[in-house]
């Protein structure tokens, strides 16, 4: 079992140290570690669809569970960025917002499956409990959220680009990075300035990229 663990290690300094020019490279470095992993469990007689045995040895039924979950974890990583190769359109890869949201999706969904299979716990329990957890976080956080949806809205509506030069209300600059909270922009100063997703959406926007004006052109045709 300790291959296992460096396995995980392994997949750990590939997503943290190393620096792929590739999505695709690095997505396949990860996929190898994941079927080497899987491997292991194989080897181990071990399945992340079952408890993991030797519950009379608690070391060993520590970390034999311990490897169940990492499994989980890693077909999330990679499942996660081969639907975002296959779902998202190509501009929308250099955008978190829909990547993050997918992948929140995808981890969550593996979470309960690993709650369920390798602890063996009520999910039924969990889920009603997160619902409450939900909903009290919703309260708190109901400013962060509203970035979050409006920037749903702007990614839908794609008004600007990164790299396009826009003014979002009184605040003209280049689009260098778009997440799924703020839009920062590079002004004409050098400097950069974030603008909430939120005030992004209620404010006028003007593209004065080719781009925008192309844009902006279809639709009033349209």
């Not at 290690?9 to 997505?27: G, I, M, P, Q």
């Not at 519950?55 to 077909?75: I, N, S, T």
Request: hydrophobic share 50%; aromatic share 12%; glycine share 8%.
């Amino acid at each position: 079992m300790p291959f296992g663990f460096i396995v995980v290690f392994l997949d750990f300094v590939a997503w943290r140290f190393l620096h792929f020019k590739s999505e695709v490279a690095r997505l396949g470095v990860r996929t190898f570690l994941f079927f080497s992993l899987g491997y292991v469990l194989w080897k181990y007689d071990l399945s992340p669809l079952h408890v993991a045995p030797w519950k009379g040895d608690p070391v060993r039924h520590l970390f034999a569970q311990g490897l169940e979950l990492l499994w989980w974890l890693q077909l999330a990583q990679v499942s996660s960025s081969v639907l975002a190769q296959v779902i998202l359109s190509p501009e929308l890869h250099g955008e978190r917002l829909f990547q993050d949201i997918l992948r929140a999706i995808v981890f969550l969904i593996s979470a309960v499956a690993a709650v369920a299979y390798v602890l063996e716990l009520p999910v039924g329990g969990l889920l009603a409990t997160s619902g409450a957890l939900a909903i009290i976080l919703g309260l708190a956080l109901q400013s962060t959220l509203s970035d979050v949806f409006s920037g749903v809205v702007l990614n839908a509506t794609q008004p600007f680009h990164l790299g396009d030069m826009v003014t979002i209300g009184d605040i003209q600059g280049e689009v260098i990075e778009r997440n799924w909270r703020a839009t920062t922009l590079l002004n004409g100063q050098g400097n950069f300035v974030i603008v909430p997703n939120s005030v992004a959406s209620k404010a006028s926007i003007v593209n004065e990229s080719p781009a925008g004006q192309n844009y902006l052109s279809s639709h009033r045709r349209s």
